[in-house]
Nanobody, 114 residues
Framework: QVQLVESGGGLVQAGGSLRLSCAASGSIFSFNDMGWYRQAPGKQRELVALITTGGSTNYADSVKGRFTISRDNAKNTVYLQMNNLKPEDTGVYYC????????WGQGTQVTVSS
C-alpha cells in the first residue's frame, strides 16, 4: 500500500508563494501519473495539477500560469510550486496518483489571507 506524506503548507498573504512536497513510499511511484488535489472549505476535492510519468503537465484553469507541478522519481517525491496565491486557493492540498489510490495522506493546509 502506497503511503503519501504532504508538507509545505502554511499561512501566506495574497500574492505570496509556497512550495508543497509529497513523499510517496513504494516502488510504484515512477509508474503512475501523479497529481495535486485541493479541497476548499465546503467543497469537493478537485484535481488542480497533473504530471504524467513522462513529465507532461496539465492544470486546472483556476491555477494555470501560477502553479507548477514537478516530480523527482529518484526521490519518490512530487512538488507543487504555487505563486501569486489568491484567497480562493485556500484549502487542504493532497497528492495522489491520477486516477487516485484508495488511500490518502493527511494533506497540508494552505491558507491565503487577503
Amino acid at each position: 500500500q502506497v503511503q503519501l506524506v504532504e508538507s509545505g503548507g502554511g499561512l501566506v498573504q495574497a500574492g505570496g508563494s509556497l512550495r508543497l512536497s509529497c513523499a510517496a513510499s513504494g516502488s510504484i511511484f515512477s509508474f503512475n501519473d501523479m497529481g495535486w488535489y485541493r479541497q476548499a472549505p465546503g467543497k469537493q476535492r478537485e484535481l488542480v495539477a497533473l504530471i504524467t510519468t513522462g513529465g507532461s503537465t496539465n492544470y486546472a484553469d483556476s491555477v494555470k500560469g501560477r502553479f507548477t507541478i514537478s516530480r523527482d522519481n529518484a526521490k519518490n517525491t512530487v512538488y507543487l510550486q504555487m505563486n501569486n496565491l489568491k484567497p480562493e486557493d485556500t484549502g487542504v492540498y493532497y497528492c495522489n496518483a491520477v486516477p487516485h489510490f484508495p488511500n490518502w495522506g493527511q494533506g497540508t493546509q494552505v491558507t491565503v489571507s487577503s
